[in-house]
């Protein structure tokens, strides 16, 4: 008899945890993970054909939905010339331009092909700048996969149960200084102990891989006073909330004036980029004008730099940040009084089109600490039931959602009623077995 394997046992037996990125193997959910094989706008179909409103856009990237046509027309008319050069080229300098003028603090940026890669490329810059080693992060702040960054991650790492990755050595995690969120007194007393020795203070402004964990604006004002007066430099990483919350993502929000920004998800509009930038005081240090040394053979590719072109010229169009407030706000409202009439505790934070259930009684969460750990458990028995009901969240319960240009109302509301129809399902005590 010839056995004929599913999808999902060929990607389990040939890909760690059938995956190429961890938390897509439905680890903390219940149920398998369904292959999507479609998107358009703001729904996406799996192989079996179930449709589904999208909530996660790609983990951020698609803030103009699925397959939009301006992005899709820019990088076929670009495939057909040649996908890479290894050498600049036009689109190059227009994104360049065009994301230097949403971030007006910074002259120069050097494109590279994750956000991960840009967070490594600018702690190097910012340690070469300062002849100083250690670095500060955040609890819940995630920053990308490279050793020394993965400690106490955020979502990846919590989903997985785990608090840093192995085969990081110690001497590297030995250069981090982690502080909770939300903590001045903590602050100070780090550099107080060891301003001197402190290249950089790195921190989502608006931190969203422990769901959305928003600061206080005295609490990033601070961070700012004690690294200028210690001679350290500050990062603000925007690579989620960089052209999602307004052009010039959380530092045009709070209007406070970082000293390195990194980007990734949207620049790319779909494909891998990722961005990092400063003045030129700074920048210049890296090669070949300064002795840092950062290359990357994909690096500024035409498709990738078409893709991100295509996205930011659409996000220029009067209104697109007001239309994605609002259906924010409508999404909010709807998950909102979906909780309130169900017997599950939470509320819903939000800025702008990025979206979060927190899953406890009382004060939202603003640190990694103050997450109920049995928010997780509801969100496991929550998850199935959503993606039954014909929405596609993201499975963890440290993981956002977004929101799309393309995301109507009508969406926004088929999007509610499954959060009212899963809620609903937990409510009658119903079994927590998968949902498909
Ligand atoms: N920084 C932040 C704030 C992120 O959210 C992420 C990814 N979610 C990264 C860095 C790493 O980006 P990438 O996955 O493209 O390497």
């Known amino acids: 008899m010839v056995v004929v394997k599913s999808l999902l046992e060929r990607a389990r037996a040939a890909m760690p945890g059938g995956v190429s990125s961890p938390v897509r193997a439905f680890g903390s959910v219940a149920g398998d993970?369904?292959?999507?094989?479609?998107?358009?706008?703001?729904?996406?179909?799996?192989?079996e054909g179930r449709r589904y409103v999208d909530l996660v856009g790609s983990w951020g990237p698609l803030i103009l939905g699925h397959a939009h046509p301006a992005v899709v027309e820019a990088v076929t008319r670009t495939a057909r010339d040649g996908l890479t050069f290894g050498a600049t080229c036009e689109a190059e300098v227009e994104l360049a331009e065009r994301v230097l003028a949403g971030y007006p603090f910074a002259d120069k940026v050097r494109f590279v092909s994750s956000g991960t890669e840009a967070v490594m490329s600018a702690v190097r810059l910012a340690r070469g700048a300062t002849g100083r080693d250690v670095v500060v992060k955040f609890e819940g702040c995630y920053h990308g996969h490279s050793d020394g960054l993965l400690v106490k991650g955020g979502s990846g790492l919590a989903t997985q149960g785990l608090p840093a990755s192995a085969g990081v050595p110690e001497a590297y995690t030995r250069l981090t200084e982690v502080l909770p969120l939300d903590d001045e007194e903590a602050a100070r007393k780090l550099f107080a102990e060891q301003g001197d020795r402190i290249a950089l203070v790195l921190i989502e402004p608006i931190p969203a891989n422990a769901g959305l964990l928003l600061q206080r604006r005295a609490f990033l004002e601070l961070l700012r006073e004690l690294?200028?007066?210690?001679?350290?430099?500050?990062?603000?990483?925007?690579?989620?909330?960089?052209?999602?919350?307004?052009?010039?993502?959380?530092?045009?929000?709070?209007?406070?004036?970082?000293?390195?920004?990194?980007?990734g998800k949207i620049v790319g509009g779909g494909l891998p980029v990722g961005a990092y930038l400063a003045p030129a005081a700074l920048m210049d240090q890296v090669a070949p004008l300064g002795p840092v040394y950062q290359a990357g053979t994909l690096s500024g590719n035409p498709l990738a730099m078409a893709a991100g072109l295509a996205t930011l010229r659409e996000l220029e169009r009067p209104g697109v940040y007001a239309a994605l407030e609002e259906r924010g706000a409508r999404l909010e409202a709807g998950w909102s009084r979906a909780l309130a009439r169900s017997a599950v505790d939470g509320t819903v934070r939000r800025v702008g089109s990025i979206l979060w259930l927190a899953l406890q009684a009382g004060t939202?969460?603003?640190?990694?600490?103050?997450?109920?750990?049995?928010a997780a458990e509801v969100y496991r028995d929550l998850h199935g039931r959503v993606l039954a009901a014909g929405t596609w969240m993201a499975p963890s319960a440290y993981e956002v959602a977004f929101l799309s240009t393309a995301h109507t109302a009508e969406h926004v509301d088929r999007a509610v009623s499954a959060l009212e129809t899963a809620l609903a399902a937990l409510s009658v005590g119903e079994g927590t077995g998968p949902a498909q």
């Not at 993970?33 to 192989?47: K, M, N, Q, S, Y």
């Not at 939202?364 to 049995?374: F, G, K, L, Q, Y």
């Open 364 to 374: 939202p969460p603003r640190s990694w600490h103050a997450i109920d750990a049995r």
């Open 227 to 263: 690294t200028t007066e210690h001679g350290a430099l500050l990062l603000f990483d925007e690579v989620i909330s960089g052209f999602r919350v307004a052009p010039g993502g959380a530092t045009e929000l709070f209007g406070i004036r970082p000293d390195l920004v990194t980007l």
């Open 33 to 47: 993970p369904p292959f999507l094989a479609r998107g358009a706008g703001a729904e996406v179909w799996d192989t």
